[in-house]
């Protein structure tokens, strides 16, 4: 930034008033470095290329950003960058709510004091989250600052509040945020973890490390990072071997004799990773099936990436709220408020179709949980409905249904054929624990 001169905002939010909502629509963004003594959420849109400070964090945003300030007096700003757009759509919220008020520490309120403390260093959520508040956000403004725009405010609070893996971005330092001794007994455990990940890790270790049983320790893990302590290690080791994916020779002979090939966004969170996959499927022959099973965690995507995948497959496979994403960030189609584009068969076969002609896709197919499936071409589709059954384990259902699907395309089925296969793998793998169980001879 040009100017190192912090000007201490002076907020129009009256005394007894819960929020102030600003929603405009600008040429350039041109917030100055500031700070104030409320909390505030900020959304940008069209914003690709603009700077935003928080703290001592700085970043280049994407198309879409929303920033969470729970902190008075941490000093940000929005600022041009290299951003291109000339309407650039902001929404911002200025409130203040005591963290420590007695109605936030009740059950139904926990998730949101939990996201104020992350918020005090500057709380930034993923696609995701910003897309489940979208329609409500844009709605709030033209809400009179009453009873109804209170609850509107509170359920985009709680919605927020859902998402563990938002980012928190200025430092603790700098935020003058205090680390309690809980959270540094969780810092510590981590620590070691991404130290030792290789090694054997046991509860019992970890647990006296911070002078608490074994007992203890997990249920206290699990309650302030939202995860079991063998799912975050597993998470940090599959972290470090997808963020690593080396190219080889050996891979790109695979490659140049494959039939099928299946890949996803998470596993191209990483540029040395995202590289490889790129070459992988560019070696492999132009007949082959190249599938983007998509999947939009965390903020591990952008658009370009997205893009760059579609321009790669020849499926894309997609569920109902994935769908509402990338509608949105590729297409520009956004869902009615409360609405997922799904729920409108015309809509759906709209963005679908759009979605197949703008990347070239051979087929589209689109899960919709419990309801059913389609699987879409440029002139057909089939549906199939979710059979009713008795749910053991849902891990495994996704892959084996896609696994199935491309199975009996290969073997020459027809799309309706094969989807209703798929379909009936699924659903037996639901019935069943675990992410592999042995198919029943029927369907084989």
């Known amino acids: ?3 190192n001169e912090i000007i201490q905002e002076l907020t129009p939010l009256g005394e007894h008033d819960l929020l ?4 405009r629509h600008k040429v350039c963004c041109d917030f100055p470095l500031h700070r104030h003594n409320l909390f505030e959420l900020n959304f940008v849109e069209h914003g690709a290329g603009c700077e935003r400070f928080v703290g001592d964090s700085v970043e280049t945003l994407d198309e879409y950003d929303l920033v969470l300030i729970a902190a008075p007096n941490l000093e940000h700003a929005w600022t041009q960058g290299q951003c291109t757009s000339t309407d650039i759509h902001e929404i911002t919220v200025q409130f203040y709510l005591d963290p420590s008020s007695g109605f936030l520490s009740t059950n139904p309120f926990r998730s949101i004091q939990k996201m104020f403390e992350r918020a005090q260093r ?3 959520f993923p696609m995701a989250a ?3 508040v979208y329609s409500r956000l844009s709605r709030l403004a033209s809400i009179p600052c009453g009873f109804e725009a209170a609850m509107e405010w509170m359920y985009i609070l709680h919605e927020l509040s859902k998402y563990d893996d938002a980012r928190e971005l200025s430092s603790s330092s700098f935020a003058q945020v205090r680390t309690t001794s809980e959270s540094r007994r969780v810092a510590r455990v981590k620590e070691y973890v991404s130290a030792h990940y290789m090694e054997e890790i046991r509860l019992e270790q970890l647990a006296a490390m911070v002078s608490m049983s074994p007992t203890a320790f997990s249920r206290f893990f699990k309650l302030r990072t939202g995860k079991s302590l063998s799912d975050y290690i597993v998470d940090v ?3 470090v071997a997808w963020d690593n994916i080396p190219l080889t020779d050996e891979m790109l002979q695979v490659a140049r004799q494959a039939r099928a090939i299946c890949f996803g966004s998470l ?3 990483s540029e040395v990773s995202r590289r490889t996959i790129h070459a992988f499927l560019d070696a492999a022959p132009s007949v082959a099936l190249r599938v983007f099973d998509i999947n939009l965690r965390q903020h591990w995507y952008t658009a370009d990436v997205i893009a760059e995948s579609l321009n790669r497959a020849n499926i894309l496979k997609i569920n109902d709220e994935e769908l509402d994403v990338v509608a949105t960030m590729l297409l520009g189609v956004a869902s009615e408020p409360g609405k997922l584009i799904a729920e409108d068969p ?14 070239d896709l051979r087929m589209l197919i689109l899960t919709c949980g419990a309801i059913g499936s389609y699987v879409f071409t440029d002139t057909a589709e089939s549906y199939v409905a979710t059979p009713k059954v008795k749910v053991a384990d849902t891990v495994g259902a996704g892959d084996s249904f896609t696994a199935t699907f491309v199975a009996q395309i290969l073997l020459g089925k027809t799309i309706p054929d094969a989807h209703r296969k798929a379909v009936q793998v699924s659903a037996f793998v639901c019935t069943q624990a675990g992410a592999m169980p042995v198919l029943p001879d029927e369907l084989k």
């Open 130 to 132: 910003i897309m489940s």
């Open 346 to 359: 015309e809509k759906t076969r709209a963005v679908c179709r759009d979605l197949i002609a703008k990347y």
């Open 1 to 3: 930034m040009e100017s």
């Open 122 to 124: 500057g709380l930034a």
């Open 237 to 239: 080791r599959l972290g």
């Open 20 to 23: 102030y909502v600003a929603d």
């Open 267 to 269: 596993a191209q969170r």
